[in-house]
């Protein structure tokens, strides 16, 4: 697959750090990867941590009003998306999955590829 550009990561990742929504990650390496590509840390969840109670609480919070869904683009990533967006539907929160789109579309297929391609 072709290596995406620079350019794109960028204005995929500039858009990610401006909008202050809650991100949700699979895994520690996906975190880092942010991280390094400018996003706020305490603004990233690890999924894998979370239990549903810890979510709960996470979720209870009135400030949050969208929830960004940014796990990998593979069969379990699409499968936590759908758990996730499925259990939590009755709250009054949006769930965003366009950032996830947008790096399938830039070919990358898990997040921790960021770390590889920041330079």
Excluded at 8 to 29: F, M, N, P, T, W
Excluded at 89 to 118: P, Q
Aim: overall charge positive; proline content about 1%.
């Amino acid at each position: 697959m072709q290596r995406p550009k620079q350019s794109q990561l960028a204005k995929i990742l500039g858009s990610l750090a401006s909008d202050d929504s809650k991100i949700l990650v699979e895994g520690k390496r996906d975190k880092n990867a942010l991280i390094k590509g400018g996003i706020s840390r305490s603004r990233i969840y690890i999924a894998a941590h979370m239990s549903c109670n810890k979510f709960d609480r996470l979720m209870s919070n009135d400030d949050i009003k969208k929830v960004v869904l940014l796990f990998d683009n593979d069969r379990s990533g699409y499968q936590r998306t759908e758990r996730f967006e499925r259990y939590f539907s009755g709250y009054d929160t949006e769930f965003d999955v366009s950032y996830m789109r947008s790096l399938k579309r830039s070919g990358i297929t898990y997040v921790e590829e960021l770390n590889n391609l920041l330079v």
